[in-house]
């Protein structure tokens, strides 16, 4: 995902970059087709965002990964999740992007409308690359009009985060297949009864506004562009921002001052729409009890779920798509590696490491068990498309929903904005 909610990710990962030196990751110039030697190996260079835990991670994954395969050597590089994605369009439009790198589904139409992504079937018909032994419905994260342009590492779902103690204090006990009326009910219950606001702020959230509008045979996307009319948006912001006033959901003002920490783990706030795996964020930070609760739904039963993911992705101009398609097998299909990633970047998207690695922690058992029980309930269904320009739309939908919360515009004004850059994105 994987892509991810960009305001977690900017507050998460900010340190991530500062740190590459000292973990010994050294940025790469040059091309990949410049990276042959006379012995035959050859070198591949692989990009990714995250923080240091992750690219300690990763470091022990490419040490396995060079042992099996001792002609392939991998050069890496990781950003902060901002940084990585300025620094990757610089090396496109210079035509020298990295072999292979971390991706989302929010970026594939654009770098692929680009001609920038290598379409990874050719690769799995040569033998190359597997796209057998995935959990049910993974891999169709990275098709796009019939294309493979991404393999899933990892895959997560939109799930509600609630402070448990607050909600057990406020007599609410969420179940599977409450409204978004007894939602709004169990918001103004927490209030009441602990001065504490039930939610953290759910109206800046595109991927939750995604399911509220699933829900009601909408969504936010379509193939070429927005999935909604201002009537939509204008009621989903007005209802939120007079949430607001009321007390019920957190002030943004505070959300702001709370960061990085979340306001759910600073205890301004009961509740946090956000993506299941994101779960062990808040037990790192808070000294609360923490845990996950179903999506409200509009008519009892469907919640508008589907599955994310962050994948590996290579560029079309690799000199080497055959040791590129070589390295995504082993890095999507290695038991080993799914034992030393574990749900880093979500459940693990292969079958082979899904089994490999058994969370033995509370917080990644709860991870593993919500995705377990979404796909048995059979109520998650397929991404919805994102367009070229998906990743602007995503940052103008978060900063003027921010705006509007904190009162430095009003919801007409704000609503009008977005459609004006939502339409000057999917056209550039």
Not at 288 to 310: C, E, F, M, R, V
Not at 368 to 383: C, F, H, R, W
Request: with cysteine; hydrophobic share 35%; aromatic share 10%.
């Amino acid at each position: 995902m994987g892509t991810s909610r960009n305001l977690e990710r900017r507050t998460i990962l900010k340190a991530a970059g500062a740190s590459a030196a000292a973990l010994g990751l050294a940025a790469t110039t040059g091309c990949g087709g410049e990276s042959g030697s006379g012995n035959g190996t050859v070198t591949i260079r692989y990009s990714w965002w995250g923080a240091e835990e992750r690219a300690k991670k990763i470091n022990q994954t490419i040490a396995l990964f060079e042992k099996k395969y001792p002609k392939i050597k991998v050069k890496t590089d990781f950003q902060t999740y901002q940084s990585f994605w300025e620094k990757f369009q610089t090396q496109a439009a210079g035509g020298n992007p990295p072999d292979v790198f971390q991706n989302a589904v929010t970026f594939l139409r654009k770098y692929d409308k680009r001609g920038i992504l290598l379409d990874l079937k050719s690769q799995v018909q040569a033998g190359n690359l597997s796209l057998d032994h995935f959990r049910a419905g993974v891999t169709k994260v990275g098709e796009v009009d019939g294309k493979q342009l991404g393999v899933p590492v990892g895959s997560n779902t939109m799930a509600l985060v609630i402070d448990k103690k607050v909600f057990r204090e406020a007599g609410v006990d969420p179940q599977p297949g409450w409204t978004w009326d007894e939602y709004f009910k169990a918001l103004k219950t927490v209030h009441d009864k602990t001065k504490v606001a039930g939610d953290t702020g759910y109206f800046a959230i595109m991927y939750l506004y995604d399911l509220y509008l699933r829900q009601n045979g909408k969504a936010f996307f379509t193939k070429d562009g927005l999935g909604f009319d201002k009537t939509d948006l204008t009621e989903w912001w007005t209802d939120g921002y007079n949430r607001v006033k009321a007390g019920i959901v957190t002030d943004p003002k505070v959300v702001q001052q709370d960061m990085p920490k979340s306001s759910l783990s600073a205890g301004h706030g009961a509740s946090e729409f956000t993506w299941d795996n994101f779960t062990v964020r808040y037990s790192a930070e808070g000294d609360s009890s923490y845990g996950l609760a179903p999506i409200p739904t509009t008519d009892g039963k469907n919640t508008g779920q589907y599955l994310a993911s962050l994948m590996l992705s290579a560029s079309a101009r690799t000199a080497h798509p055959k040791e590129v398609a070589q390295f995504i097998d082993f890095m999507v299909h290695d038991p080993e590696v799914g034992k030393i990633m574990g749900y880093d970047r979500g459940i693990l998207a292969s079958t082979e490491q899904y089994e490999a690695f058994r969370p033995t922690d509370a917080v990644n058992k709860e991870i593993a068990q919500y995705e377990e029980d979404i796909a048995k309930s059979g109520v998650l269904g397929t991404i919805t498309p994102h367009p070229s320009g998906a990743d602007t739309v995503e940052a103008a939908f978060l900063r003027l929903g921010g705006d509007l919360g904190q009162g430095k515009t009003k919801v007409a004004d704000a609503v009008k904005q977005f459609f004006t850059e939502s339409e000057a994105a999917f056209q550039a």
